[in-house]
């Protein structure tokens, strides 16, 4: 009698790291459809909220206070600015990485040998110098709510953002705190906003008719919000979810957008809350400018308020460089978890011992490290933009829209303009 031909099994095989094929449609063939849709929402929130929170730190917050003192209502048009040239390249930037299921540095080695560690030891000097104000503002932030010595609160902070990545599921656990702590700062900033009483109608003017123009605010902005690492944190996150290919274009856009709009919600709510206190005619402790704003917007709430948002924005964004600095030095399927996670630790280990060593980082280096990442924006920007126009063989057999691509090299054209127009400015920081 013949023999019975085989049967199938009932999963098909694995692929290598335990991943199970994906059909056409993206679906995980051993998972419910309800159970894969969850999933891959819970993945893209986090990934929007890393790259949020990577972008909301102490530089975020000095940055936009001090601009705010200097240009009052007019320093609207430049967060408006900077929000259409950010949503134009965060688009372009996370459709390439997610297409093409390659992180930014793999991209740009296969447009030219090198050129993709070029682009971490970049990206790897923003990161360190961006990490210790972000662990030096997690101690300004220990200190505002509680009084605790600055640099033990920063060390303490540190600890638990190691803790983190050092837990069984650091991705969940990661994915779960920056969008908790995301929420909360726009909402207690939110409440100082509302407080504090500003000029809302003054400031939609300047929107489209500016009383001032600064371009070193606007290359600012644009550098701390999508500059150095900021701007591949989600992408990647997303990548290391196993979230890429086309088929997952409409998640990979809709996050994209979605998180720099996360973004520019605390960037103007920040904004309307110091310039009611400005407005007001007060004088803004030099010291702590931000602080003081809020300390003068609610009394002794609006203090520990501004504490909670510092150290919630320090903490994140200590997460989000940490991850995003390695993931430029690692490779996704070549370097293990445990060695991933040493590195990690390793980074944060290393920029806070830096911080306890020379102290609280100046206002000036904060607003430094944002220019500088958006002197350094057009080189990442640039190769990923080549790799949509003349690389098609890299993604994946997706066609890229000519209108995106147009988009995103005007806005590509306006960061060298504005990084150009801002050499000058940035070196008069130190001056």
Known sequence: MANPPPRKPAHPPTKPGGQRPVRRAGRPTSEPVGAMKTSTRSTLIGAMFLMATSAIGPGFITQTTTFTVQLGAAFAFAIAASILVDIALQLNVWRVIGVSGRRAQELGNLVAPGLGWVMAGLLFVGGLVFNIGNVSGSGLGTDAMFGLDPKLGGALSALVAIGIFISKRAGLAMDRIVVVLGALMIVLTTYIAITSGPPVGRALKNVVLPEQVDFLAITTLIGGTIGGYIVYAGAHRLLDSGISGPEHLRDITRGSVTGILITGVMRIVLFLAILGVVAGGAKLDPASPAASAFQQAAGEVGLRVFGIVLWAAAITSVIGASYTTVSFITSRTRTSERLRTALVVGFIAVTTIIYLSVGTAPTTLLVFAGAFNGLLLPVGIGVLLWVAWRRKDLLNGYR????????????????????????????????
């Open 400 to 431: 890229y829209p000519a209108w995106l691509l147009g988009i995103g090299g005007a806005a590509w054209l306006l960061t060298i303009y504005l990084a150009v127009r801002s050499v000058r400015p940035v070196i008069d920081l130190f001056n």
